[in-house]
């Protein structure tokens, strides 16, 4: 299924191979692929000047941007939470031990203990306020949404799905601007709205125009040179879908299979290590028992951080969808040609690929963001007193009742109101970046 590429290559002035401008995106009754060429389309229609189809563009960019960097703080900020636990219990053990010696002086005692009180006062402020500014919800619902939105362009583009029926391009336009509605609906009722919109006068500049942007993040993007790319915008054929959306999308899939699988196995690893180093060192005793809360101590936080990254609770979801898309594809591949170039079965094709990847889209939703609660949840009751190794090693925990000012200001992780995701696909992550899942 050879297809022509879409663009050539042409050598710059500093030598590099940069792909040559595509020709003009204007459709005549000669063109191919017509997908939106109807009776009711101007003839000269050029889709990089849709109104809907840029309007559709520029809330994907925006959710994306979002999406990224929650996501970016997200982890940043409860990692430095889970570091500074481990220093406090650390911290605690070491005092206990110093202080029981009698061999440290009194001055530098007294000095961790007061960073045994502020550490965890540290940890309790970062938590509140990434809850509150880097909300572990918000990344998933704009992630959630800015791939919904790349589905609907596609079905747009290839005039598939609920654009099928639809035979005026005024009438798909509509359709398409309340699909976008729609998204920032969702967003408002899961209460995770961010400031997301940029000012339209920044599209102005150098590479900031909506089109240069989008083509940075469809599946392949144009900045590999000699490759076949999507510029986001030019009606597609079949077989052009196929190649530059699901194919690329199958390979994704299958290199985070790869990734998360790994991850959980070297976390598993490093668990197993710690374990058995604090099971030797409480074997031998000898006065050594108090080291045991620090390996357990190192235990928990290396849990905390998995379960903030969500390792292992990928893979099942993308191998089953990957599967999914793979036999949809050979179904393709044995029709005869003619088959293929007819435009109701590809319709149905593109209908059924997309909705493949808006099922494992929710089911990675209802996954993420109940394993995030539970992350959360964990790491504001380990930087509180319950469960905290300072209290089974010093006997007296940091406790947040003694500063009345600060208690009630940790704010808890907002429950999920998503249905919970089937047994066989509990575990699912980062949409790209399905693409970004592309960034």
């Known amino acids: ?222 900045t590999i040179p000699g490759e076949r790319f999507d510029d986001g915008f030019s009606p597609l054929s079949v077989a052009d879908y196929l190649y530059l959306r699901i194919r690329n999308q199958i390979d994704w899939y299958t290199s985070r299979i790869e990734g998360d699988y790994n991850a959980v196995k070297l976390a598993r690893l490093f668990a197993l290590i710690i374990a058995g180093t604090g099971s030797v060192i409480a074997a031998l005793g000898n006065g050594l028992e108090g080291l045991v809360a620090i390996t357990t101590a190192a235990g928990v936080a290396l849990t905390m951080k998995s379960d903030s990254r969500m390792y292992g609770a990928t893979y099942a979801t993308y191998h089953l969808t990957a599967s999914r898309l793979r036999n949809e594809l050979s179904q393709w591949e044995i029709l005869t040609p003619e088959q293929q170039q007819d435009e109701e079965i590809g319709a149905e094709l593109v209908a059924r690929m997309e909705k493949i990847l808006s099922e494992e889209r929710e089911t990675w939703r209802s996954s993420a963001i109940e394993l995030q609660n539970n992350a959360d949840r964990t790491v504001t009751a380990h930087i509180r007193t319950d469960g905290n190794p300072i209290a089974a090693v010093s006997q007296r925990a940091n406790s947040l009742d003694e500063y009345p000012m600060l208690v009630g200001r940790v704010t808890e992780p907002t429950p999920s109101t998503a249905a919970p995701a089937s047994p066989a696909l509990l575990h699912a992550d980062e949409p790209t970046e399905e693409a970004t899942r592309a960034s």
């Not at 003839?43 to 929650?70: C, G, I, M």
């Not at 982890?75 to 650390?90: K, T």
């Not at 359709?175 to 400031?195: C, G, H, S, W």
Request: hydrophobic residues 40%; charged residues 25%; aromatic residues 8%.
């Open 1 to 222: 299924m050879a297809l022509p590429p879409p663009f050539e290559p042409s050598a710059t002035s500093n030598g590099k191979t940069t792909p040559a401008p595509r020709a003009a995106t204007v459709l005549t009754p000669g063109d191919t692929p017509q997908r939106l060429q109807t009776t009711s389309t101007p003839s000269e229609y050029d889709a990089f000047k849709d109104p809907a189809l840029l309007s559709a563009w520029r809330r994907f960019l925006d959710y994306d941007r979002v999406s990224t960097s929650q996501k970016r703080s997200y982890l940043r900020i409860r990692e430095w939470v889970i570091l500074l636990y481990f220093l406090a219990a650390s911290g605690a053990v070491i005092t206990t031990l110093l202080q029981a010696s009698g061999e440290m002086n009194e001055l530098v005692v007294n000095g961790l203990r007061l960073l045994l009180v502020i550490i965890p006062l540290i940890s309790v402020g970062l938590n509140s306020y990434a809850n509150q500014f880097a909300s572990s919800i918000a990344w998933i619902e704009y992630r959630v949404g800015a791939e919904t939105i790349r589905e609907k362009i596609y079905l747009y583009r290839l005039r598939a799905g609920e654009f099928a029926p639809l035979l005026s391009l005024q009438d798909r336009q509509r359709k398409l601007l309340e699909m976008v509605n729609e998204a920032d609906r969702r967003i408002d009722r899961a209460n995770a709205t961010l400031p997301y919109m940029q000012s339209l006068e920044s599209e102005k500049l150098p590479g900031k125009s909506v089109p240069e942007r989008v083509r940075r993040k469809t599946d392949t993007p144009f």
